[in-house]
């Protein structure tokens, strides 16, 4: 048996946590494989909205097992409050959720660090969600983390140097802070924390391969944010890529089945960083009006432009996906004409391919298309298409050269369209 990988292919923000959803029914498990607090998948169903942190977006599947992988970083308070507003709302978490015991935490001073670099950087800031990603990816590879496992064995004395080297840095740095109130709460995740099934998820994983069950893997923020081949210095502190889901959960390259490619028919990122193809006109207020552009975690406003396929056939090559899926086609349903990004301009040469080092400067080509003008929410068929979305569908698969299987309409679980595409 292998496993099949979802990951986003573009800055993140590409709707996967709904595609997770929709696509669970078809698995024994979902295990999430990096990423922490700082990626939010929002799912909608049932008139209900949910934004997941860290848990993976499978929890809401009936039985299914799913699994917060080693590769993944854990803030205990955040979770503890995403976790029991869940339960709150009916679903039941302790039974079917397992975290790895090599999923590291995230410190109270991990978080202010984070705003402290962040600080000292002035106007080079990256733009991080604050909430301590970097800082614990950053103890992880200097082999000065804190892992879930190690609140059953010594953790007082691992928390209070861990702690003490953290303040040092920020006395160093003379930011002021207060710790009292943020180390309580995450105090009392640690205790919430012990209530779950802490497992070895490398040994989880393979058995449940070994005995025949089927696995989901999903990944969080999107490849042009991935720490090795996104738009460096403006990415996230993990990799975001397929290779990932391998690091990420003790599996072997082998176990990889299917792998399914997010993106959005249009194009946004969050923060700061380039991004070749932003409107900074009314066209791109309009995208970010139709698709409600605001980080589900942050609240920031996305900068929002359109489609770049430099970008995105570099991203699929790297996580050599074989299906693609695309989100939000709605919110391009009233625009007369659509353009799509096919080449690069830099210093006067038009290049193909994705650059070592992508800057502000970078001058998008485009290709134009004409626009469907027809409300697509209600269709549930790809035979209820216009025709000029067909068009629009083959041409971005000719350019890609991967079969886009399933097709958004709408937030809501049930606005999804599965195609069948010859292979």
Not at 127 to 147: A, C, F, H, Q
Not at 195 to 218: P, T, W, Y
Not at 273 to 281: H, M, V
Request: net charge negative; with cysteine.
């Amino acid at each position: 048996m292998k496993v099949d990988v979802l990951l986003g292919l573009q800055w993140g923000d590409e709707g996967k946590g709904k595609v997770v959803d929709v696509l669970t029914p078809r698995y024994d498990a979902v295990a999430r494989f990096q990423g922490g607090p700082n990626a939010g998948h929002t799912l909608e169903f049932e008139g209900q909205k949910y934004v997941l942190r860290s848990i993976p977006s499978g929890i809401f599947q009936g039985d299914k097992i799913n699994i917060i992988g080693n590769g993944v970083v854990l803030d205990p308070a955040l979770f503890k409050a995403e976790a029991e507003a869940l339960e709150a709302s009916g679903h039941s978490l302790k039974e079917r959720l397992h975290i790895s015991k090599k999923a590291h935490l995230i410190l109270p001073t991990h978080r202010i660090l984070d705003a402290a670099y962040e600080a000292a950087k002035g106007d080079s800031k990256v733009g991080t969600t604050g909430k301590g990603i970097g800082p614990t990816y950053t103890d992880k590879v200097s082999r000065n983390g804190i892992r879930v496992g190690d609140i059953l064995h010594d953790f007082n004395t691992k928390y209070a140097a861990a702690k003490a080297r953290h303040e040092q840095i920020l006395k160093s740095l003379n930011y002021e802070y207060d710790l009292t109130k943020i180390e309580q709460s995450w105090l009392e995740g640690i205790e919430y924390l012990k209530q779950f099934r802490l497992v070895d998820s490398e040994h989880e994983m393979n058995h449940l391969l070994a005995s025949g069950k089927s696995i989901l893997c999903e990944g969080a923020q999107g490849t042009m944010l991935d720490i090795d081949f996104g738009s460096y210095p403006f990415v996230t502190s993990s990799n975001t890529v397929c290779a990932g889901a391998c690091t990420g959960l003790g599996i072997a390259p082998n176990k990889i089945g299917e792998v399914y490619g997010i993106f959005k028919a249009y194009c946004t990122r969050v923060g700061s960083g380039p991004f070749p193809t932003e409107l900074f006109d009314k066209t791109g207020d309009q995208i970010c009006t139709l698709g409600h552009e605001f980080g589900s975690v942050t609240g920031r406003k996305r900068r929002c432009g359109w489609i770049d396929l430099v970008a995105l056939k570099y991203a699929i090559m790297i996580d050599g996906v074989t299906k693609l899926i695309m989100m939000k086609s709605d919110v391009l349903d009233s625009f007369e004409t659509i353009k799509a990004c096919v080449a690069y301009k830099i210093n006067g040469e038009e290049v193909d391919y994705f650059p070592f080092d992508i800057k502000e400067e970078v001058e998008p080509i485009y290709v134009e298309l004409p626009g469907w003008q027809t409300d697509m929410t209600k269709m549930q068929s790809e035979d209820e298409f216009p025709e000029e979305f067909n068009a629009y569908l083959s041409f971005l698969e000719e350019q890609l050269e991967v079969p886009i299987k399933i097709v958004s309409v709408g937030p809501d679980r049930e606005q999804t369209i599965e195609r069948y595409t010859e292979e």
